[in-house]
């Protein structure tokens, strides 16, 4: 990627044939061993390292689930549990797979999080961003389409609800779900088509993951204090620093994937799965896995009609539009300063941000009456002002904080105020 | 912009807080009462004479009605039971297999690798024979039904790794029939029962009497008693390696905790000599 | 990493990286076995019941197929002369003089006794009917010596389905069988 200036030298013969024909080893070197980091990344940059890590358990958990898994109406179900309870080791390989898509989502967010958080998408990141949300709308389309296989009551009715979205649109909606479907309703074409893309869109999204990184490698990280890299003290190299620090991160994760897969193997899920599909019977509550639940209030938020767009065409507009907003990040921003450890203001906003999402949320998991349609009102609301509104104002009206001219200059002067020698000059923002 | 901030947010709070009594009036009626089962907790484990009873309860007083189609009888062996005792058990029932060399579908005894046939030929007949409601299948009964236990204790059952919702309720259900209180209308063929989840009263009249199933190991053949041993063995039916997945998560936690702290000392020593 | 280069011995970093790098392979290593073992036969197909064929019908010189586990089983009732013919080969003209037969003592000569159903069955032959080249499915009553004959690679077996000329290396298997009564064989 940056051979131009690679510190790779191949010492043995072999590397050297090998490093004149296919130079992986060097690629390899320069990506993830000499690259330099910035030295003062904190743990929520350890992220991308686990989502990588997630992604590689998704997929080889889902390759071998699939050596069991019957895309077939009839059998769906009893395949599922033919897994569960009669191929070695099943259980355990299902419970991964199931209880990964989650811990996938916690890390992705996180990873959205910090990236909003620390500016990461302002240029000359937009592109990466961009790579970004791809990415997250790949995996919400794989999450989707993989919640519908094991046939249970929420398979079906959450496929019959999402792909239920297209119908708001007129004219062009119901002949748009008729071609999802392969049918009036879900039924066995959806099933076997739904198995076969959420069998593809993993490597999409391992595609698009290459250009992320691919994109990352060339504009390089952003750190916590959002200022740019400028010298060789500014850095240390990937290995052994960011990939201990990474290791470490990734471990402590696993530590609470593991104690949900092997004992809250179905907290994150819906019991109502556990009971067969049934056409004729919807379930009392249908509601998204938890990862969803942000977007689902949102939908349900419009309950009125905006001018000519009726109440349900609105709201799947919000809610596709909640995640659209997300391109536009990097030009609605206006501010110069991209970490928020300098921004008080956008601090404030960014963490009341982060509350109303997972406010959302819970408002997404209850009925959609009474107090809750207000709240949810309130709340989509200020998601929308947040981007729409906060970003671009408060960028021309906030004061920033003083920025330290170099990473080296912030980790010295946190290093002074940790060991009380300068507590005059040490903001507690660089703390970070 | 503070001000607004100012009034909206304690707003916002007020309803919150008021949306909770708003919705009190769901199903359940009563929360399911929480028994110490013994399978509960990380270190949890069956108790095989427990699930034997349950398993007899099953046999005697529920299989007349509801399936119980995932589980075949050489899975039994987890509660405890020979392979001959198994065949035994095996042998009381009819299996429809074939075709035969001349293409006739024909009966036979049961056998180790089949499952437990259904009371009913299908669903159809199942809810015909139910006055239209068909009696749900117990393969995972006890994970297919969760009372919301709403926030925060929802956030708390991560740390206490409560998993116990589904037995909870098939025991409340089972024990909790009665009366309808005054001014309730319970309608013909129902059954008044404030445990049931979809509603005030269910098309099951209550299943099992004091003394209907006999026990050989001195257990009181209460409906109580009952109740429990027939969800314990139902958890057993919807989660078979819920022994071992405990064991086996128990060995992965410790390795990850090691490997975590090993890991832990590696990046001190790694960045010892390094500001960040 | 730069740790002892020049201290020459090993130092508590040195030990650190090399039980952490330990503890991560041991880690990888355990996780990678419930990927493979997943792909052995499942409970129930190693719980695949036996089954029970019913062979009143079957006269001398008639012979029937049945599926077990998913693979042909070849129960013939002989005739006399082809056990007659079968009794009356020397062992040492046999290619693979091993019995093959999982209801006798490991490693018993191929004799037409331990190939057929035993004493005062000896017409009946039970054997699995795959090839023990490559897995086709072999012809009955063909190939040189009465036998059987595999069309795919040329193997030929005997009247007591012993390998006898061409590629396959044994004798065709006789699986776990049993006469429950006199016009009932159970095989598993």
Avoid at chain 1, 12 to 20: A, H, R, T, Y
Avoid at chain 1, 43 to 59: C, E, K, N, S
Wanted: hydrophobic content about 45%.
């Amino acid at each position: 990627m940056s051979s131009d200036h690679s510190t790779y030298q191949p010492t043995s013969g072999f590397g050297k044939w090998i490093d004149s024909r296919l130079p992986l080893p060097r690629m390899v070197h320069d990506s993830f061993v000499s690259y330099p980091v910035p030295r003062n990344l904190n743990y929520a940059y350890t992220f991308g390292g686990i989502l990588m890590v997630m992604l590689v358990v998704q997929l080889l958990t889902g390759i071998v689930l699939a050596m069991h898994y019957a895309a077939d109406t009839a059998i769906a179900f009893q395949s599922v549990e033919k897994i569960m309870r009669d191929v070695n080791s099943g259980w355990l390989l299902r419970y991964m797979h199931a209880n990964g898509a989650s811990f996938f989502f916690v890390a992705v967010y996180i990873h959205i999080a910090r990236g909003m958080y620390y500016g990461s998408y302002k240029a000359p990141r937009e592109v990466l961003w961009i790579l970004g949300v791809v990415i997250l709308l790949l995996m919400m389309a794989t999450a989707f389409m993989g919640y519908v296989l094991p046939w249970g009551q929420m398979s079906f009715w959450g496929a019959t609800v999402i792909t239920g979205f297209f119908t708001a649109f007129p004219g062009i909606g119901e002949p748009i779900q008729q071609l999802l479907l392969g049918g009036f309703a879900v039924d066995n074409p959806t099933l076997n088509r739904f198995f076969s893309l959420h069998y593809l869109l993993p490597f999409m999204i391992t595609g698009v993951v290459i250009l992320h990184v691919w994109a990352l490698h060339v504009t390089g990280q952003t750190n916590p204090t959002g200022v740019e890299v400028k010298s060789k003290t500014d850095t240390v190299p990937f290995t052994p620093y960011a990939t201990v620090k990474d290791a470490l991160a990734l471990s402590i994760f696993l530590l609470v994937f593991a104690y949900f897969i092997f004992f809250m193997p179905n907290f994150l899920g819906h019991a109502d799965n556990y009971i067969p599909a049934d056409p004729l019977k919807t379930p009392a509550h249908i509601v998204p896995e938890w990862y969803f639940l942000p977007f689902y209030a949102i939908l349900r938020a419009i309950t009125f009609d905006i001018g000519p767009i009726d109440s349900k065409l609105g709201g799947v507009l919000a809610m596709f539009g909640s995640i659209a907003v997300l391109f536009v990040l990097p030009w609605l921003d206006t501010s110069k300063v991209r970490s928020a450890v300098y921004r008080p203001w956008y601090k404030l906003f960014f963490w009341l941000f982060v509350a109303n999402a997972i406010f959302l949320g819970w408002l997404g998991a209850k009925p959609a009456e009474g107090i809750y349609t207000p709240l949810a009102q309130i709340s989509t609301l200020y998601y929308f002002a947040f981007f729409l509104v906060i970003l671009p104002v408060l960028g021309l009206i906030e004061t920033p904080k003083r920025l330290p001219n170099s990473i080296t200059e912030a980790v010295l002067a946190k290093k002074a105020g940790n060991g009380g020698a300068a507590p005059a000059a040490a903001s507690p923002e660089t703390r970070g | 912009m503070k001000k607004l901030l100012a009034s909206i947010v304690p707003a916002a709070m007020a309803l919150v807080i008021g949306a909770g009594s708003a919705f009190a009036a769901g199903y359940p009626i009563n929360k399911p009462r929480e028994i110490d089962w013994s399978f509960a907790g990380p270190f949890g484990t069956f108790d095989k004479g427990q699930l034997q009873r349950g398993l007899k309860v099953y046999v005697e007083a529920c299989s007349a009605c509801h399936s119980m189609n995932l589980v075949a009888f050489r899975t039994l062996e987890d509660l405890g039971y020979s392979e001959d005792q198994l065949k035994a058990l095996a042998a009381n029932y009819e299996v429809e297999d074939g075709p035969n060399g001349e293409g006739e579908m024909f009966t036979r005894t049961a056998v180790l690798s089949d499952h437990f046939p259904s009371p009913f030929p299908n669903q159809e007949a199942a809810a015909y024979a139910n006055n239209g409601a068909a009696p749900p299948d117990f393969s995972l009964l006890a994970k297919a039904r969760y009372v919301e236990r709403g926030f925060p204790q929802f956030v708390f059952d991560i740390f206490t790794g409560y998993n116990e919702s589904g037995p909870n309720y098939i025991y409340s259900l089972l024990t909790g029939y009665q009366e309808p209180p005054a001014g309730v209308e319970v309608p013909d063929g129902a059954h008044y029962n404030p445990y049931f989840i979809a509603g005030s009263a269910l098309a099951m009249a209550q299943p099992i009497y004091d003394e209907q199933v006999a026990y050989d190991d001195g257990s009181p053949e209460t409906v109580d008693q009952y109740a429990k041993d027939v969800s314990a063995f139902l958890m057993w039916a919807a989660e078979p390696h819920m022994e071992e997945r405990k064991q086996t998560g128990f060995m992965v936690i410790i390795f990850l905790a090691i490997f975590a702290s090993l890991l832990f000392l590696t990046k001190k020593s790694v960045f010892a000599s390094k500001e960040h | 990493m730069t740790q002892s280069e020049g201290a020459g011995e090993p130092t508590r970093r040195d030990f650190l990286y090399i039980a952490t790098g330990m503890a991560g392979v041991v880690g990888v290593g355990s996780f990678a076995w419930p990927f493979i073992d997943q792909m052995n036969p499942d409970a129930s197909t190693l719980a695949l019941a036996s089954i029970e064929v019913n062979v009143e019908a079957l006269e001398p010189g008639m012979s029937l197929t049945v599926k077990w586990r998913g693979k042909p089983v070849f129960i013939r009732n002989r005739t006399d002369e082809e056990v007659a013919e079968a009794q009356a080969v020397a062992l040492d003209d046999l290619k693979d003089p091993i019995a093959r037969n999982a209801n006798v003592a490991d490693g018993s000569a191929a004799t037409d006794i331990d190939r057929s159903a035993g004493e005062g069955k000896e017409n009946w032959i039970v054997m699995i009917g795959s090839c023990t080249h490559l897995g086709c499915v072999p012809l009955g009553q063909a190939g040189d010596f009465g036998g059987w004959f595999c069309p795919c690679h040329g193997s030929h077996y005997d009247t007591a389905g012993r390998i006898r000329k061409g590629p396959a290396p044994t004798n065709l298997p006789v699986p776990p069988f049993a006469f429950v009564s006199d016009s009932v064989i159970k095989i598993g």
